[in-house]
Structure formats: C-alpha cells, structure tokens
C-alpha cells in the first residue's frame, strides 16, 4: 500500500513552505501550528515565525511578550509558551538542538503525535503519525473504529507494518494529505484515492459507516462581561493573565462571566471588584460580540465604565497597564477583545 500512496503523494502533494526543509527546528515548529489549527491560516504565521526566530536558540533569547504577539491570533497560546520554555531547555540543557530520541518526548507540549512527525519527517525513523486524518482513512481502510484510546494501539500496529522503510516521513504527511484532500470526512473521492484497491470500506460499501459518529456534546454559551475603565486623560485598564490560565500572558479588558440570575451591569461591578478590588459605576454599553472556543462559546458585553472608589489590587492577574486606544495593536489580546474593539471603533 505504501508505494502507490507516495508516487500519489510525489504528484499531489501542496507546496507548503515547511515542506521545503529537513530542519527539525522548523518542522516541529509547523506541525505545533498545525495542530488544532488549518494548513490555509498557518502559513503565514508560520512565514513569519521563521523570518523572526529562524532558531531554537533565537526563541530562548525572545521575551514571551514578543512571542504571544506574534502568535495573536493563533488560538491556542499554550503552544507558545510550551515553544518558548522547550527552547530554553534545548539551549541550556540539550547542546541547543531538537534530540533525535525519546529525550525530545520530555519536552513541553511533545506529545506521541508531535514526536511522530519531527522524528519521521526530519530524521527518517519509522514512527506512525496518527491525527484525526489519519483516524479516518485508517478507519476506512480496516473497518474499525478507532475513536477510543485503546484503540489506537492496534493503529499504530497497522500503520508500522505499511509505514515505508525509506520515506517513513513521506508516507506519514501522504496519508494525512489523503484524509485531507481526498478521503474527507463527508463525500471521500474514492475514484480518486490511490489506495482504494487496499480498502474494506469501499470494497464493501460501508463507507458512511466509518468513523463511527460519536455523539455530540452541546457546546455551552456563556456570557462574559467586561469594562472599559477610563480615566480623565481618556487612557483605560488592561489585565494580563495569569500564564497558567487558558490564554494566559494575553491582555484583555478586565471582567469575568455573568452568574445565573445575575444582570450583566451587576456581573461586571462584582467581577471588577473580585479583580481589582474597585467599585465602579457602569455606563453605557459599548458592544457585544460572539466568539467560539473549541470546548465553549461566550457572548462578550463591553461596558464604558468610570472609578467610583478604592483603590486598584490586582487579585486575578498578573499586571496592570494603563495605555490609549491608539495603542492596542502593541499588545496580544485574545481575537475576542479585538473583535470588541472592531465593535468600538464603528461605534
Ligand atoms: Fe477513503 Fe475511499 Fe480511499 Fe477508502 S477508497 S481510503 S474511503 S477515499
């Protein structure tokens, strides 16, 4: 099954910036960005990336702030930090480059799929990837459910056994591309697919069968309200997040989520005050925007708001700054905020 899946791939296969390199710096670097994340909104932030911190070595000199920036957008900012704090490893413990062995498991935010790729992509070892693509055309191909855990052991196995002895790496990035281009979740174009010879679900017409459908949670909405504090000189407060936190080393508007029963203006006085320890008075609405997260939607509400009294204690973050409209675009917010202040500069 191997050959005709590469000399498929050999023809077909999209000219991706990171395709050009055997460099594990780089390739590593791709498919973190690829993971949770399109091949169409990676490539620039990758062509950027590279541009900016061609090395592991130019990551661990970066400062996160920098980092975060040029991530903003991305989602998912855990993965730069987990970049940030490999390279800091990699410089100070692991003579400044990617280990080509299991050393490269014990860093931040490697997991089985991430190993698989840099190990077989740039150092030519025969290690299967398995991502979502790979699940199905593997489901289809064997007529198995592969969707719980235990079940990806028995993958592996039959991947290993057709994984290419030569191009390990090919054969891994041509099946993901298969499941991508060809083999797609709804309506897989089997006259095309170069392995279909090979496959029990076309042979049987169980196709619609596989993967098996799980059943799908409903996804929660939640309504999140934040202020627009300023001051006389018309500057006004934004937070950073604690790092631990999802989209932690971010900035945003300070506020928090509404509690059941709770009116939005009344959320947002006792979330301000929990934060940072300040009564406010709220003032008129600035807008409301909708974002999806992959586990959570929010309905995001700004308020205009003004210091009644107190004085500021930072209790939920991690800093503080003052700073003009004018100078959001210095700091990463999270694309919600941004999508608020789009709603603001209509306003
Ligand atoms: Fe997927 Fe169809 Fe190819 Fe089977 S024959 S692997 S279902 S595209």
């Known amino acids: 099954m191997n050959k005709p899946l590469i000399d498929w791939y050999d023809i077909n296969k999209k000219n991706m910036p990171w395709r050009n390199s055997k460099d594990p710096y780089r390739i590593w670097i791709s498919e973190v960005m690829l993971q949770q994340t399109q091949v169409n909104t990676v490539i620039p932030y990758y062509n950027n990336w590279i541009k900016i911190f061609p090395t592991v070595k130019s990551v661990a000199l970066a400062q996160i702030d920098d980092i975060l920036k040029l991530w903003e957008g991305l989602g998912y900012y855990r993965r730069a930090h987990n970049i940030k704090k490999s390279c800091d490893i990699m410089i100070n413990r692991l003579n400044g480059a990617i280990p080509n062995d299991e050393t490269f498991k014990g860093l931040p935010g490697v997991g089985d799929y991430i190993y698989a790729a840099v190990m077989s992509i740039a150092f030519n070892q025969k290690i299967p990837v398995i991502d979502g693509n790979v699940k199905r055309v593997g489901s289809r191909l064997w007529e198995t459910n592969f969707s719980a855990p235990q079940s990806l052991k028995v993958l592996n196995e039959k991947l290993l056994h057709h994984i290419s002895l030569d191009r390990p790496g090919c054969f891994n990035q041509a099946i993901m591309d298969l499941g991508r281009e060809v083999c797609k979740p709804q309506n897989p174009i089997c006259e095309k697919c170069p392995i279909s010879k090979f496959c029990k679900a076309f042979k049987n017409n169980t196709i619609l069968n596989y993967p098996v459908k799980k059943k799908l949670k409903k996804t929660p909405l939640f309504d999140v309200v934040v202020g627009y504090i300023q001051n006389q ?9 604690p790092k631990e936190k999802m989209l932690g ?38 807008g409301v925007i909708q974002h999806s997260y992959s586990h959570m939607k929010i309905r995001l509400h700004g308020y205009n708001c003004r210091i009644k009294s107190g004085k500021i204690k930072l209790n939920a973050s991690d800093k503080l700054e003052w700073i003009n409209f004018s100078d959001i675009n210095k ?17």
């Not at 000189?233 to 997040?241: D, L, N």
């Not at 029963?261 to 709220?282: P, T």
């Not at 700091?331 to 306003?347: D, G, Q, V």
Request: zero cysteines; glycine letters at 6%.
């Open 233 to 241: 000189q018309q500057k006004f407060i934004i937070t950073k997040r």
């Open 249 to 286: 080393g971010l900035w945003e508007l300070p506020g928090g989520k509404r509690e059941s029963g709770e009116s939005l203006k009344n959320s947002l006085i006792r979330e301000i005050k929990e934060e940072l320890s300040i009564d406010i008075k709220v003032d008129k609405k600035i």
């Open 331 to 347: 700091y990463s917010f999270p694309t919600a905020s941004h999508k608020l202040f789009k709603e603001m500069e209509k306003n």
